[in-house]
């Protein structure tokens, strides 16, 4: 199952402020909001960029983006789904706590 770029970029920055996020990706504000919630899509360059930032693999975010499907994917290749074991403590709790002064579950 694919994960959609909101989700993905979600996950990726999870316990992150969109200031952190901004500074560490060197993007602006809006376009961090604008993933989150999922009202754009990053351009391919930014794709990859970001998931190099987040050491992960690019064919994974342009998957998530919806610029490539898994089917276009040699067999040998493959996306590994991120899970909560690849967040420390600190990252979950940090996540947690935006959640609950937000108002919001995602």
């Not at 694919?2 to 560490?24: I, K, M, P, Q, V």
Request: glycine share 6%.
């Amino acid at each position: 199952m694919t994960l959609g770029w909101a989700t993905y970029f979600r996950t990726l920055t999870a316990g992150a402020s969109g200031s952190e996020t901004t500074r560490r990706l060197a993007v602006s504000d809006s376009k961090v909001s604008y993933w989150r919630r999922g009202e754009r899509q990053p351009t391919v360059r930014e794709a990859v960029r970001i998931a190099r930032e987040y050491e992960r693999s690019p064919l994974e975010a342009l998957v998530a983006a919806g610029y490539m499907d898994e089917t276009d994917l040699p067999e040998s290749v493959t996306i590994q789904p991120l899970s909560l074991g690849s967040f420390t403590d600190i990252e979950l709790a940090e996540e947690m706590l935006r959640r609950a002064r937000s108002g919001k579950s995602a």
